[in-house]
């Protein structure tokens, strides 16, 4: 009976891993990003500033040397994940299409986040910038300064990030700029 409930147990760091996503999520939908910065308020825009601020929490995770980092970092993509199947679901996307398009904003995802943390890494924030500008807006006019300013936004977001705690973190705590 033991072997058939570790089947349902939850995974270490799960619920850590949805509150620090929530958080993300949370500080992705400042009202200041769709009317100040003008990014689309649409499902791409909103998708894409999620991966922003999910992007910065998991680089900041995984470089932490706790050896949980990287499972918190891990947790955190799961749960972006599963919250993006469960969207796709609840907005009538059938079953057989669903695996198909968390793949494609899976692959999406990985890109920015390569792409940001890159920028980051070398402290260019007109790489950054282009980044976001590319991604974010995805051929659309950007308001004048729109994409510096996020790439501001960003780079203080990373810096928030950096020196907090893997204790706080671990227990699901995070603050963003």
């Known amino acids: ?11 270490p760091h799960e ?10 999520v949370a500080a992705a939908r400042q009202p200041d990003f769709f009317a100040g ?12 500033l999620v991966s922003l601020h999910v992007a910065l ?5 995984r470089r932490d040397s706790d050896p949980v980092g990287p499972k918190l970092a891990q947790a955190v993509f799961d749960a ?3 919250d993006m199947d469960v969207n796709l679901r609840e907005m009538g996307v059938g079953d057989l299409v669903v695996g198909k398009r968390v793949k494609r904003m899976w692959e999406a995802f ?7 943390e890159a920028a980051l890494d ?3 924030q007109a790489a950054l910038a282009e980044a976001l500008s590319r991604n974010i807006w995805r051929g659309a006019a950007v308001p004048d300064g729109a994409a510096e300013r996020l790439a501001a936004h960003a780079q203080a977001v ?12 671990q227990r699901g705590k995070v603050r963003f700029a």
């Open 57 to 61: 929490l998991i680089r900041r995770l």
């Open 80 to 82: 972006m994940f599963a």
């Open 122 to 124: 070398a402290n260019d």
């Open 110 to 116: 990985h890109g920015r986040a390569a792409a940001y």
């Open 158 to 169: 990373a810096a928030t990030l950096a020196p907090q705690p893997i204790a706080a973190l």
């Open 1 to 11: 009976m033991m072997g058939l409930l570790g089947l349902f147990a939850r995974k």
């Open 15 to 24: 619920r850590a891993g949805f509150e620090l996503y929530g958080a993300a």
């Open 37 to 48: 910065l003008g990014v689309p308020d649409t499902l791409d825009g909103r998708f894409d």
